[in-house]
Nanobody, 117 residues
Framework: QVQLVESGGGLVQAGGSLRLSCAHS????????MGWYRQAPGKQRELVAR???????NYADSVKGRFTISRDGAKNTVYLQMNSLKPEDTAVYYC???????????WGQGTQVTVSS
């Protein structure tokens, strides 16, 4: 069973930084990719950043140059470093893992990020 535990959300002023962490179960069979999504009130969940097991990354256009996704395989943790935060970054951020012989999505419980102007 895949378990994801997120941490690092909070309240920050515009221009500030936060780092989100997602600790996942070790030795996940068929681990394919890890990512962060976010969902703001009244909006659909959207991809923020994604990293594959080979290290390939991709980002939403709205966060390019400000956010960085990384992973530490030894610690079974994926990170999202968020700099130059804007009020429009306010959302619940969810950790996501794609894994399995027939790949499926696993989700964390979400962590709130609030950016004040």
């Amino acid at each position: 069973q895949v378990q994801l535990v997120e941490s690092g959300g909070g309240l920050v002023q515009a221009g500030g930084s936060l780092r989100l962490s997602c600790a996942h179960s070790p030795s996940i069979f068929g681990l394919n990719a890890m990512g962060w999504y976010r969902q703001a009130p009244g909006k659909q969940r959207e991809l923020v950043a994604r990293i594959t097991t080979s290290g390939t990354t991709n980002y939403a256009d709205s966060v390019k140059g400000r956010f960085t996704i990384s992973r530490d395989g030894a610690k079974n943790t994926v990170y999202l470093q968020m700099n130059s935060l804007k009020p429009e970054d306010t959302a619940v951020y969810y950790c996501n893992i794609v894994a399995g012989f027939y790949p499926q999505d696993y989700w964390g419980q979400g962590t709130q990020v609030t950016v004040s102007s």
